[in-house]
């Protein structure tokens, strides 16, 4: 039987798109200041940060851990039984064999809007500054729709600091301003038509990450992870999430501005801030 190129040019056509829509839909800031708002998750609107676990560099790939959903994962297994061999060698090599975690958060990039949500990953520096600046009174929940607040994102390449890693200086702005104006429904269907996070990194079984880290750890055997890692996420489309070294954080926030000096973007009365909450009341909802 003939094989059927039209379906195997179908597959290649789609799998390209998949990828470049993951390249797409994960954000990475670019040398210099830019300015994101973080929007709630529609997935779960209560919290927006979401935590995944990573498996990087096994044969330059890149795999969704289980341990993310405190499911069983294999290579976790191994490297908790490396750990108790009571060589240190052993403990080392298992400690570098844990996943690493990387938090992502649905964001808007101001000026790109257009574009639709997409998704800001970063380490647990960024994580916890931004966290603590959330717990500070004055500045509260920074992701509200109504009330929220953009962050400007500085970002230097290691060439720029003259060290071996980047640097992210993160500034949450004073005024509190509407993520997207209620009027404008293009805008409000970008909120409404978030892509799920999962659907970008795709989690193999058990058995399927099994082989892979059997294909990893005996490469003599002539297994490869191309014939056993169905879903695995490409590491092109993970480039801009791989956290190869934790870049350092620089992190300010801005003095509360006062009752009399407003400026325009700030909610301009009670009343409207009001009736933009209502707007947003029903978001995800409807």
Known sequence: MAIDLSKIKSRLNALENKNSNKTQLI????????????VPYKYEPSNPFIELKFHYNI?????????????????????????????????RTGRNM???????????????????????????????????????????????????????VEFKTA???????????????????????????????????????????????????KNVMNAWLHPEDGQTTETVASGVVDEEATQPVTPTVDSEVQTSVEPKPK??????????????????TKAFDNLFNS
């Open 27 to 38: 954000w990475k800031p670019k040398p210099g200041k830019q300015v994101v708002r973080i």
């Open 59 to 91: 044969n330059n790939k890149t795999y969704l851990s289980p341990d993310s959903f405190n499911r069983p994962d294999p290579i976790v297994e191994f490297s908790n039984r490396l750990k108790k061999t009571g060589s240190k060698e052993d403990w």
């Open 98 to 152: 844990e996943p690493k975690m990387r938090t992502f958060v649905p964001i808007l990039v101001r000026g790109e809007e257009e574009e639709g949500v997409r998704f800001w990953g970063f380490g647990k520096q960024v994580y916890q500054e931004i966290l603590s600046i959330m717990a500070d009174p004055d500045y509260g929940d920074i992701t509200d729709l109504s009330n929220g607040r953009d962050i400007v």
């Open 159 to 209: 060439d720029e600091t003259g060290k071996n890693f980047p640097e992210t200086a993160i500034r949450v702005k004073p005024n509190s301003t509407v993520a997207v104006d209620p009027k404008n429904s293009e805008l409000v269907d970008s909120l409404k038509s978030q892509t799920n996070i999962l659907d970008l990194f795709p989690e193999l079984s058990y058995d399927e990450l």
């Open 259 to 276: 009752a009399t000096n407003k400026s325009p973007t700030t909610s301009a009365s009670k009343s409207n801030t009001d009736d933009l």
